[in-house]
Structures are given as C-alpha cells and as structure tokens.
C-alpha cells in the first residue's frame, strides 16, 4: 500500500504536538502463558488492517508460540525476560514498531474485532482508550462477583484519588499512541497492576482519554492466570503507591466520546 496522503490532528494534551504522518502502523502485544488452545479462536480474527502482531510469551510449555506461527507465519514472538503480565506488556511495547498499540489478551475473553472503534477513537483526537465492560454497550462473562466487587473498590479509590470518571479499571484490553508510552512509564509493572498504572499514569499526565464499552467473553480454554486476592493487593499498592508520590489530586475529565475526553 502506498499511503500519499498526509492527515494532521490535534490532540487535547497541553504541549503535545500535531500528529501528522502517513496513515498510522498499529501493533497488537499478545501476552500469552499457556494459550495455545484459545490462540485459534484470537489469532485469525485479528483484523487485516493490522500493521503487527507482538506475541510476548511468559514460559509456556503447551506449544503456544509453535501453534501462533503456524497460525499467523509473520507474528513477532518474545519470549519475556521476567514473569508477570506487566513485564510481559512493557517487552511488547518496547519491540512494537507501531504509531498505536493496542494491548488483546489471548484468551478467547476479549473481541479482536472491537479493535476498529479504539482506532477510531484514537484517529478522532484520543491518546488513550482503553475498553470498559461496565459501561452501556460493554459486558462481562469472565469475572466472578468478588473479583466484580475487587474492581469497582479499587476503582472508587482511584477517582477519588486521581480524578477522572472512568467506569472500569483491570481491564487488558486498551490502545494508545505510542508517543505517549513515556507518559504511562510501564517499565516498573510487573504483574496484573499494569492496566492501574497505566491508567492512573493517563491520568496524571491529563491525557485525552475516551472509554469505549466492550464485551469481556469467557476464557475458553484454561483458567485465569490472576490470583484475585494477592493480585488484587497488588493493585491497591499500586494504587497507594501512585497516590503518594502524587502532590495534589488532578481532576482532567474522561468521557467516553472521544470529543468529550479533553
Ligand atoms: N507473557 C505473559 N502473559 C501473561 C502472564 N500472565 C497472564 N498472561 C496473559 O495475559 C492475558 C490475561 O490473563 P488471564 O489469565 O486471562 O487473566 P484475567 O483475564 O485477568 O483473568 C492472557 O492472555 C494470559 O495468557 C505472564 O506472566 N506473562
Ligand atoms: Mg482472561
């Protein structure tokens, strides 16, 4: 494809300047452990519009990077240097070559085909979207009440805290421009707490943030890899942690039209 022509907008962040390039490349970072059964329902419904797909594995011993190459021969494998999604995510980033990244968890829960709107969203003037199951037009089958409950506390503490209206905190399946990678400041996550750092981080740096509602399905195969006590302490520290080194609570809006997120 031979992309002549040149697009420019603004995006809402003081300071941040004009986006102007050719038509955007946008990488997709796939954290897997042990998912090679879920990889054939994930892998082929990647749309085709996608620039790169990043595979970041943590040890799998289920043949999980033979099955995606032989699902999708171009795919960038990574095999991670630390366990824990949070590194496995920041390795991803790292490699991507991608002007958007757009993080998918492969496990069969999240829609690869809802990738089309956090574009959209990111092309009308967003720097970061991330996906929401709580608000209208989003869902969830993947997630037991007290995990429910988890996530609502934790995110109650984080508008308090940090501002910002969002609806859903824990949630893996986000995009963003890569120019505003440094913002988010992911190198330190190690586990489950990267989506609360990088969101609480959006925040922090008054990022332009648009929610949009998606439907979380069931894994398919397999059980979840979170440990929803340890993990969710995690979180709170994460949270505490983040809150501390903060002076002042900032209170930038997030809707979730991206014409309302500035
Ligand atoms: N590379 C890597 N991927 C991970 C790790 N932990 C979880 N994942 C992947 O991250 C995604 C979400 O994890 P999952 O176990 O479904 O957690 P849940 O969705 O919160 O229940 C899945 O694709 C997992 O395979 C890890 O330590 N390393
Ligand atoms: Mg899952």
């Not at 749309?47 to 040890?59: F, K, Q, R, S």
């Not at 942690?241 to 809006?253: I, V």
């Amino acid at each position: 494809m031979s992309h002549q022509s040149q697009f420019t907008f603004k995006t809402a962040r003081s300071g941040a300047s004009n986006r102007a390039m050719s038509v955007p490349r946008i990488s997709v970072i796939v954290p897997t452990v042990n998912e090679a059964k879920n990889l054939p329902h994930v892998l082929p419904r990647i749309p085709g519009w996608i620039d790169e797909v990043i595979l970041v594995d943590g040890n799998s011993n289920d043949g999980t990077i033979a099955v995606a190459r032989e699902l999708m021969p171009q795919i960038i494998v990574i095999e991670q240097p630390r366990l824990g999604k949070g590194a496995a995510l920041a390795a991803g980033f790292a490699a991507a070559n991608g002007d958007i990244l757009i993080t998918l968890d492969a496990d069969g829960s999240a829609d690869p085909e809802e990738m089309a709107g956090f574009v959209g969203a990111l092309l009308a003037g967003a720097d970061f979207v991330k996906g929401s199951r709580f608000l209208q037009g989003g869902d969830t089958r993947d997630m037991e009440w007290y995990r429910r409950l988890g996530n609502w506390g934790l995110l109650q503490l984080v508008r308090l805290r940090f501002g910002g209206r969002y609806s859903d905190l824990c949630y893996g399946y986000n995009a963003f421009w890569r120019d505003v990678l440094p913002h988010l400041r992911v190198e330190s996550a190690t586990g489950f707490e990267i989506e609360t750092q990088m969101n609480i981080r959006a925040l922090q740096a008054g990022l332009s943030i648009a929610e949009l509602p998606s439907r979380e399905r069931l894994r398919i195969h397999g059980v979840s890899n979170l440990r929803t006590f340890p993990d969710g302490w995690r979180v709170l520290k994460t949270i505490v942690r983040l809150g501390l080194n903060q002076p002042g609570a900032t209170r930038p809006t997030v809707g979730n039209h991206p014409q309302q997120a500035r």
